[in-house]
């Protein structure tokens, strides 16, 4: 598996307009930028012509005061940064691309392990929720895809539906009452009875291309879909309304899977990664990143594609759970400063 991939651009967009008086007009920005840091954004034209006005816009709002934009309340991540010069009786825009990052370093934790519980070494897991006693999961893989009901002192299947061989099941959550899944490439999800198990509705993507993860906030459903984004649905409607991009404050990161909501904070499994991400869900800064090597030998597996892909919590009992993909066991785990 690759490390979380840093993809801030090598340069910002250049766009140089040449008019009949050879106005050579350049919009400058940093390419990137710590939120706690003022931003400045300005324009410079080369050829020494006179500028009558400008106005600067960021995600195409104006800007007042562009010597000094406070951008601590911005969502980390692409922004788009435009300014309209106005000159000798014409106007142009011109477009920059910039990507804000987190204004601090994310904290280390290392873990310790509390308990240990059986696991199915033939689940292939996506999707992980404690409720009410027990543990609810989604499994993966076409032909053998499935959601189930287990307990957890014995990791017995006590309640099992298994999906069509053409789905290949990703993250699941329990919202008021019922279960919702997704599935990888297909673009639908399913809402399950709780009690019964049995399929309610279906639901179809809007914005995001797949689904990995999914969790909820009490509010909204939160979805990830292999990107470093983490979209927030309306559970009604099921329109991706916002979403926001992880980032640390060098870099962001991709292939997010797995999701908890935990004591207001996201936490996110990196597909391929034996680690967790702990995520501010107002702008997408990491803010944590728990280091779980280890986990996955004493779960009796090894390699990129078995690894840490479950995360359950237990908020009544302040209880955080983690297994991973055919591990065969679940660990309670406490995390712990390094």
């Known amino acids: 598996m690759n490390k979380i991939a840093a993809i801030l651009t090598s340069g910002i967009l250049l766009m140089t307009h040449a008019c009949g008086n050879k106005y050579q007009l350049r919009l400058e920005s940093p390419k990137t930028i710590q939120v706690n840091q003022p931003l400045k954004l300005s324009v410079k034209e080369t050829s020494g012509n006179p500028i009558d006005s400008i106005q600067y816009f960021i995600n195409g709002k104006l ?17 788009a940064i435009s300014a309209t010069i106005y000159y000798n009786g014409e106007k142009r825009r011109l477009n920059n691309t910039i990507y804000f990052l987190g204004a601090n370093a994310p904290e280390v934790y290392s ?65 008021k009452d019922k279960i919702y899944q997704l599935t990888w490439k297909n673009k639908v999800g399913f809402i399950y009875d709780l009690t019964t198990f049995e399929l309610d509705k279906t639901f179809d993507y809007q914005k995001s291309a797949e689904g990995w993860g999914l ?32 980032y640390t404050n060098k870099r962001k990161a991709e292939k997010l899977n797995e999701l908890e909501y935990v004591k207001g904070k996201i936490y996110a499994n ?18 944590g990143i728990v280091n779980l090597k280890g986990l996955q030998s004493k779960a009796g597996q090894s390699g990129e594609n078995n690894v840490l892909n479950g995360i359950a919590y237990d908020a009544e009992n302040d209880r955080l759970f983690v297994t991973g993909k055919n591990w065969n066991k679940v660990f309670e785990i406490k995390l712990k400063e390094k």
């Open 215 to 246: 969790t909820h906030n009490n509010e909204k459903l939160i979805k990830t879909d292999g990107s470093e984004r983490m979209w927030f649905l309306n559970p009604e409607t099921f329109e991706e309304e916002s979403f926001i991009e992880t």
């Open 111 to 175: 873990y310790e392990v509390v308990n240990e519980y059986p696991h199915d070494n033939n689940a292939f897991t996506q999707g992980f929720v404690f409720y009410d006693g027990y543990f609810y999961e989604s499994t993966g893989e076409y032909g053998l895809s499935s959601l189930r009901k287990e307990e957890i002192e014995t990791g017995k299947v006590l309640k099992k539906v298994d999906l069509d061989r053409k789905y290949f099941g990703e993250g699941m959550t329990i919202f």
């Open 63 to 79: 800007i007042e005061n562009h010597e000094a934009i406070d951008i601590r309340d911005y969502k980390l991540g692409k922004q």
């Open 270 to 287: 990196i597909w391929q990664q034996n680690s967790i991400l702990i995520v501010e869900p107002s702008n997408g800064a990491i803010e």
